[in-house]
């Protein structure tokens, strides 16, 4: 079983839709959790931490289920600059190399 | 957050031949990472360098075909050796930016490499 695993993708979804993301990871000593995107021949960029408690972003909202192992990403709203590939991405604790799921990619339509 | 400078942003190189990437961090950092990332793929980890001691590789990726170097806390290089079409791939460095929320990382801009 993969350390992280994502919904494969693609997705491909009209302007102004709301599209959400799913993740699981094994490691129940992970620490930490993020988004990431990376657009086509780019380095990923931080998009977001995701909190236990849920945390919002303008239009993104990311939530953790500790219990389930279970992350998301729900992207409302959507413009065709939010296309990319959503990394999900976990660690035990800081300074330890981040764990990459394969990625979904979001392509957004006009 | 820290910035990253990761050279050459790419290259063709001959099977072979080596190849070495650098990457510059503007601030002091206890470890960097380097990963790879092959084409249509998620980024795997190669291995970890601290300023100091050899670095730790992963399962799969061995000294001799990367080396690595980390000198001081704010630079380190990555050779490719030996290459062989499998090596092209994008290869990315990266360090905990403790200047983030919740210690996210910072990559490099990539080394998209490809063998010939």
């Known amino acids: 079983r993969k350390e992280v695993e994502q919904d494969p993708g693609p997705f491909n979804v009209p302007e102004g839709a709301t599209v959400a993301f799913n993740c699981t990871y094994s490691?129940?000593?992970?620490?930490?959790f993020f988004w990431y995107r990376q657009d086509c021949r780019k380095e990923p960029k931080l998009l977001m931490s995701v909190y236990s408690s849920g945390n919002e972003d303008g239009r993104f909202t990311a939530q953790l289920n500790r219990a389930s192992q279970y992350i998301s990403l729900l992207i409302r709203d959507s413009k065709l600059s939010d296309s990319a590939t959503y990394l999900c991405v976990v660690n035990q604790a800081g300074n330890t190399p981040l764990v990459f799921g394969k990625g979904t990619r979001l392509s957004v339509i006009a | 957050s820290a910035v990253i400078s990761q050279k050459p942003s790419r290259d063709i190189c001959q099977r072979g031949t080596s190849l070495t990437i650098q990457c510059q961090v503007d601030s002091q950092v206890t470890m960097m990472f380097w990963y790879r990332q092959q084409p249509g793929q998620s980024l795997t980890l190669i291995a970890t360098a601290n300023q100091g001691s050899e670095a730790t590789y992963e399962s799969g990726f061995v000294i001799d075909k990367f080396p690595i170097s980390r000198p001081n806390l704010t630079f380190s290089t990555l050779t490719v050796s030996n290459m062989s079409p499998e090596d092209s791939s994008i290869y990315l460095c990266s360090v905990a930016d403790r200047g983030m929320t919740n210690y996210g990382y910072t990559f490099g801009s990539g080394t998209r490499l490809t063998v010939v």
């Open positions: 490691n129940s000593a992970s620490q930490s």
